[in-house]
């Protein structure tokens, strides 16, 4: 019997099979891919967000269709494919998705922009550690550590060449079975969560902060939802 795919996008952090430990244990009865997003590479230098190109590394990898599971900022690419070919999607699970052009009007998410567009804005004009800095101690209200190795400083690069997420050109909800998985600490991705439960998606919290999928119980909300979605062989209404 031919296992179901199932693809896994990445936030801003780690990538590839490092950003979902918990998840390993999918390839047991499931063909699944951990991907690189474009410009996220252990040894190439960082490269500018590129969604198309995003897009066009997700749809390969769908193949002939199959589960889609993204997390923070790999969930705009992941739902502007979804927009795009609905027909590969057998589920679509966003874990804190950073859809931040979908709730760009409403409160949680107008005020984080107010925030930090000043920051981007002069993306150009900073250091790659400056830019690191000035971006932690907006969102966290702490300190970051300079990046003093080789992978620090590539990581503070690729940081500062990332887009605004709420500049992404998605307006639009893809029609395909939708979990949201949030940790229920940030008002941001709340927003963002209760936006797309609005239009038809499940939302679930579990504790976990920006990463709800690498405790037990948000893995089990993962699996639970791949697992009751509609299969490769099931038709579509």
Not at 168 to 180: K, N, W
Not at 190 to 207: C, D, K, S
């Amino acid at each position: 019997m031919t296992q179901e795919r199932i693809v896994f996008v990445h936030g801003g952090g780690s990538f590839g099979a490092a950003a979902w430990p918990r998840q390993h244990g999918l390839s047991l009865d499931h063909d699944c891919l951990f991907l690189r997003r474009h410009g996220f590479d252990a040894d190439a230098e960082p490269l500018p967000t590129d969604h198309a190109e995003d897009q066009r590394i997700i749809t390969e990898a769908l193949g002939s269709g199959g589960h889609l599971v993204a997390h923070s900022q790999g969930a705009v690419s992941a739902m502007l494919t979804a927009v795009e070919r609905p027909d590969l999607i057998r589920s679509l699970t966003l874990v804190e998705p950073a859809c931040l052009s979908l709730t760009a009007d409403l409160p949680a998410t107008a005020a984080h922009i107010d925030l930090v567009a000043p920051l981007f804005a002069r993306q150009d004009t900073l250091t790659d550690e400056e830019f690191l800095q000035r971006f932690v101690r907006l969102t966290s209200s702490s300190e970051a550590e300079p990046p003093t190795t080789s992978d620090a400083r590539r990581n503070a690069r690729r940081l500062r060449l990332q887009a605004p997420p709420w500049t992404a050109p998605l307006h639009i909800v893809p029609g395909v079975p939708t979990l949201v998985l949030t940790g229920g600490w940030e008002p941001l991705y709340e927003e963002v969560a209760e936006y797309l439960a609005a239009t038809g998606a499940q939302h679930r919290i579990t504790a976990g902060g920006h990463r709800p999928h690498d405790t037990a119980e948000g893995d089990a909300v993962v699996r639970r939802f791949i697992r009751g979605a509609p299969s490769g062989n099931s038709p579509r209404e």
